[in-house]
């Protein structure tokens, strides 16, 4: 049995986090979702829309999701051991980058594979925050 892990802030959640677990799902028998608690994107620099319990069950909803698990650290190869994931899905933007590297070796040791999944340009909390912002700026005009 192939268990997989992503994990995720999914802050407005939309169709690139919906691509990504479908893709990785797709890939493994259990797909195991850390959603990261408010705490931790504040220590990462974002600051969640959505509250966390909220983040949880719409990321819970998913039919390709089949458990959902709080994220309130960064160490993937400690998380991976206690899910016993054989499988680390991430985003393609991450190939490549030193850390991911570093990530990659450590996890290999463990048994763990990376895989880098495609990103769907356009599609970014971010970027749907952005549209927000303006749609409400050009009503105020």
Same mark, same amino acid.
Request: glycine residues 6%; hydrophobic residues 35%.
């Given at each position: 049995m192939i268990i997989g892990y992503t994990a995720g802030v999914f802050?407005?959640?939309?169709?690139?986090?919906?691509?990504?677990?479908?893709?990785?799902?797709?890939?493994?028998?259990? *797909? @195991? %979702?850390?959603?990261t608690t408010d705490e931790l994107a504040l220590y990462k620099g974002k600051k969640p829309v959505i509250p966390f319990e909220e983040r949880m069950e719409i990321v819970r909803s998913?039919?390709?999701?089949? *458990? @959902? %698990?709080?994220?309130?650290?960064m160490d993937k190869v400690r998380t991976c051991k206690m899910l016993n994931a054989t499988v680390l899905f991430?985003?393609?933007?991450?190939?490549?980058?030193?850390?991911?590297?570093k990530y990659e070796e450590e996890l290999k040791v463990e048994g763990v594979k990376v895989v880098y999944l495609p990103r769907i340009q356009?599609?970014?909390?971010?970027?749907?925050?952005?549209?927000?912002?303006?749609?409400?700026?050009?009503?105020?005009e």
């Open positions: 802050d407005l959640f939309h169709v690139g986090h919906l691509f990504l677990l479908k893709n990785a799902k797709k890939m493994c028998d259990t *797909l @195991v %979702v850390g959603v998913c039919k390709y999701v089949d *458990l @959902v %698990v709080p994220q309130n650290n991430v985003g393609e933007d991450w190939y490549g980058t030193d850390k991911w590297k356009k599609h970014s909390s971010t970027e749907v925050a952005r549209k927000c912002i303006e749609r409400e700026k050009n009503k105020k």
